[in-house]
């Protein structure tokens, strides 16, 4: 079964944007965001729901386009339609039979990005398998939370951390859902 590895950054006290979807305050250059972007490399399956992709739109995305062209994108939405897409581009409903479709696929591990509400649903659900964490050194106060509106709790495994510049962490979890 391939994994799912949210992989996003994050502020110190767990939002993944401010208010209006401000990404400004986050580390944007460096060998971290270097390293990251290297890590995506490495997936072939990308899975968001449409607040997500839409976000795309803000720098550049066009509609119907890939967000990532290495990748097979799989966006979960009730609503999202495209007139003409990318081939690798295709909208799913928010269903844990779809999850555990693209789950049991041949393919690498699944690159789980960013949506909170989206990322919470999938922990509630205990489908995320590794968090990857770009911890970022500042506090945002309010914006999209890590997880959206899960009230879950679960105990995370730390397996890696590694330092960069300008303060970012990269910090890899195993998510422990128990018996």
């Known amino acids: 079964m391939r994994k799912i590895i949210y992989y996003v950054a994050s502020s110190m006290d767990g939002f993944i944007s401010g208010l209006n979807d401000d990404i400004s305050g986050f580390v ?5 965001v270097d390293k990251y972007l290297a890590d995506l490399a490495n997936f072939d399956t990308v899975i968001m729901g449409r607040n997500t992709y839409e976000f795309g739109y803000k720098y550049g995305l066009q509609k119907g386009q890939s967000a990532y062209p290495n ?3 799989f966006i979960f939405s009730d609503t999202l339609k495209f007139e003409t897409a990318d081939p690798n581009i295709q909208v799913v409903k928010k269903k844990l039979a779809e999850i555990e479709k693209i789950q049991s ?3 690498t591990d699944i690159y789980l ?3 909170g509400i989206f990322a919470g649903w999938l922990l509630d659900n205990q489908k995320i398998d590794i968090l990857k964490l770009k911890l970022n050194p500042l506090i945002l106060g309010q914006g999209v939370r890590l997880f959206g509106q899960s009230i879950k709790k679960r105990k995370l495994q730390l397996i890696e951390t590694e330092d960069y510049e300008n303060g970012l962490q990269i910090m890899t979890y195993k998510i422990e859902y128990g018996a």
Do not use: L
Request: aromatic content about 0%.
């Open 28 to 32: 944007g250059t460096g060998s971290g």
């Open 71 to 73: 990748m097979k994108h």
């Open 105 to 107: 696929s041949i393919g």
């Open 113 to 115: 990005c960013g949506g």
